[in-house]
């Protein structure tokens, strides 16, 4: 990415940024959190999105000298937000990127020697206690956006908390505080900063002495509508609306609340669809998607200012809920609804949702409409809805798998993740079931450590079967292959894209990669055959095909990283002819020949291997029964398998509409569940010879 040189600035913008910053709420209560960061441990901090905490908070502190025992870091629960931020902060302070602000996120690392203030993924926080959990290189931690709640979140409180306990957080560090307490790494101070809600969780379990400090919003009103009677298709009520604002209202960007890459990108089509057709005296519409799995140049895109003359509709997901500034919006479109992974023990599955939000949620999203000026929120749902919501959504550690974080606390060193200090413990029976799953991809070891292999799966960014899934491959020789389909099978858009009248050419174009070896080994083939195709190239291959090009490609994007990741795990080799550029190791030309007969038997064996857990065989009636859960279970029309009759499967996913749809299949056989899953299946009754 090209690095803006921040000094290189006219003077009067220079001054107005200056200016702009001192104007900010968090201005008036500077003197106040300072003092209480000088007393306290901890301090929690709320206040509205937009008063100053994540872009000035760092800067008060780098000022007070907070930096001299160590690095100010931020925590971010995405990607974009640590980038866009830490660019912003760089701007203010007049150096560049990655000089004394920087940001580190998934194989981005834009620091330097003198860094001092770094803006940071929770996962990046986390992979940095793994190697060292004291967290010594840090003075100060800033977890913003703690409401979230989100799972990485919860677990760094944990983590900070227990840090604390053995440096010590009550006296000032840069060099004023006394002598360190039970490490030479001096005091560990903890600033948690939340939009408004949650607080007394937090306060209550660090213990503050006292409440949040809070810091007063600029918020200006927001008019709100509610529709009348509710929406079946909440994607074509939030594109009548969004033109309808167009044409009848007066200048101010509009963002609207989705719920993923699919509904934004089919929105995104109909909008500049319908707008190409408004009389051309009308202001252009420029319509930005937004959401995580989006290529981060496209993402920081939607945040830049539209040219004259237009006005910019941002399609977003819980993204621009409260992490992101985006300047100019004053029109806010809400579906009320969030896709959220939910788990159920009992069926051991994660499952992907479009699930209402909160009333805090709904809340937020409207308010972004009023950042500027008086705005208005249209909800997309009627008024009785909204009072039947949440008051708060749940917090993620109660709602997932769990797997991934426990093998987080495992790779911590925390022995006994049962008693371990959860800012909401989550249920008894979902660690447990997270730790047989564990044991059984040979992540722990039986007496419950963890096991090399599993050390390495925890470094893998991945959900720990996926992370089992490369590894095998690296013992197979077909790492590359499986980079490629796990990367495809990370991304959460559609791979094909089609409309009832382009149905039979889609149909056609879709048969030349279907693979009767299942989904995977279809995305394996689409992904090949794409290369590394760019531009307009890119695009006619994408039409012909029918293949939704954001899918593939940020498939690449995903590669390229796991790749880096992977080649560091030793999985792969060094030698292997590829190279560094920006510190991403570059994917060599593969095949584009078709998977053949001998390596999806490997790549199938090896997903077997990694999601013997999510294994259906077909019984005598036709039905397929999940072996874990013993439920029944279809597969989903969408799939190449759909008229196959496969035996037996393994599924990605299972999405429950009107059924319990099985998602991303792969055709595996029956026996080899038995020989590569023993540990889990050798002593299961029903798994018989195909039905
Ligand atoms: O964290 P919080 O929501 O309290 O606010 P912030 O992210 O620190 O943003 C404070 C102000 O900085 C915003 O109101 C914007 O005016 C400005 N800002 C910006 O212009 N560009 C960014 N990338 C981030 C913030
Ligand atoms: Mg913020």
Redesign the pocket.
Known sequence: MKKRKADALPHELRRSIDA?RQE?P?WAVRRAILEEVATSATLVLT??????????IPQFLLAAGYDARGIIAVTQPRRVAAM??A??VAEEMAVEVGSRVGYSVRFDDCTSQATRIIYMTDGMLLRAAMQDPLLSRFSVLVV?EAHERSLQTDMILSIAKSVQAIRGGAHAAGGVGGAAVGSSAGALKLLV?SATLETDTFCEYFGCDRGPVQVQGRQHPVSLFYTSSPQDDYVEAAVTATLQLHMESLPGDILVFLTGQEDIEAAGHAIQQRAAVLPPEMDALEVHPLYAALPAPLQMAA?DPPPAKTRKVILATNIAE?S??I?GVVYVIDAGLVKQRTYHPGKKIDSLLATPISKAAARQRAGRAG?QQPGECYRLYTEQTFRDLDATSRPEILRTSLASTILSLKALKVVDVLAFDFLSPPPRASIIAALEQLLALGALLPDGAISSEGEQMARLPLEPSYAKALLVAGEQGCCEQMLSLVAMLATDGSLFHSTSATRDAADDAKRRFTSPQGDTITMVNVFSSFGRKKGSTARAWCQKNFVNRRTVESAIQIRDQLRTSAIDLGLLKADDSFERDGGLAKSPVLDAAPVGNEMGRKLRRCLTAAFFMQAAQRQPNGEYLALSSRQVVSIHPSSVLFHRRATCVIFNELLFTSRLYMRDLTQIEADWLVELAPQYYASRSGLGSPG
């Open positions: 702009a900010l968090i206040g509205e999105t937009g008063c100053g905490k994540t872009t000035q866009s931020v660019r912003r913003d900063m945040l409260t992101l500034t300047e950042r």
